[in-house]
């Protein structure tokens, strides 16, 4: 069966992208916050001596782990406010629900470097009179955040493709705009082509970029 392909008719649209790719963009960012700082409390409440906080952190990076992260931002959008009465907006809800969701991933990623480095410097450090804080802060988390560095963007890039799923919340990314634009121009294919050539442009440098540095510390350190 033959196909004609014909993307002409896509430039005209290519503000519909624009916004598009801001908004994938912008949830992306935000998301990103929440869930490298909630990922990193919870690493270090992994790590804690004290059995609840390690249980509770534990069921938290499960929980989100093991569910939908598309279960997830329906169950936040829909679901919260009828048990709280608090109703966010949807782009709120998608974004928050993102970064619920990568915060469990990062938290691995965290508590992965973090345990990577021997404990021998960790006590060489409380020998010299530092802190459990300090040294985690001058000692353990530089040398931990070399290690983390291609794993961390893996899960960027990652939550960036997941912002996909913010569409059934009907906010405006790239996929929602691509599928609206199919109501006018009835070329899925070709939409679809440019959608996923889009998140290519944007995320391939990012992976580019993550692998010169790792290459560079490979060469520093040796």
């Not at 059934?168 to 599928?179: D, H």
Request: with cysteine.
């Amino acid at each position: 069966m033959g196909y004609t392909w014909n993307f002409s008719g896509l430039w005209k649209y290519r503000e519909v992208f624009a916004r598009g790719t801001l908004m994938t963009a912008y949830l992306t960012c935000i998301a990103l916050v929440i869930g490298v700082v909630l990922g990193m409390v919870l690493a270090l409440m992994r790590g804690s001596r004290f059995a609840p906080i390690r249980y509770l952190a534990a069921a938290y990076i499960e929980l989100f782990r093991t569910t939908p992260a598309l279960v997830q931002l329906v169950w936040i959008y829909y679901s919260l406010p009828i048990l709280t009465g608090i109703q966010l907006p949807n782009v709120a809800s998608a974004a928050i629900g993102l970064g619920l969701h990568s915060a469990a991933y990062f938290a691995e990623i965290f508590r992965a470097g973090i345990q990577s480095i021997e404990q021998g410097q960790t006590y060489a450090a409380r020998s010299l009179g530092m802190s459990h804080w300090q040294s985690m802060r001058r000692i353990v988390l530089p040398q931990a955040l070399q290690r983390m560095v291609p794993p961390l963007i893996n899960e960027f890039v990652n939550l960036a493709k997941l912002t996909t799923l913010a569409s059934v919340l009907a906010v405006y990314e790239l996929m929602q705009q691509a599928n609206n634009l199919m109501l006018t121009v009835p070329r899925p294919l070709e939409i679809y082509t440019v959608l996923a050539l889009l998140f290519f442009a944007i995320l391939f440098p990012i992976t580019l970029l993550s692998q010169a540095l790792e290459r560079r510390w490979i060469r520093t350190k040796f």
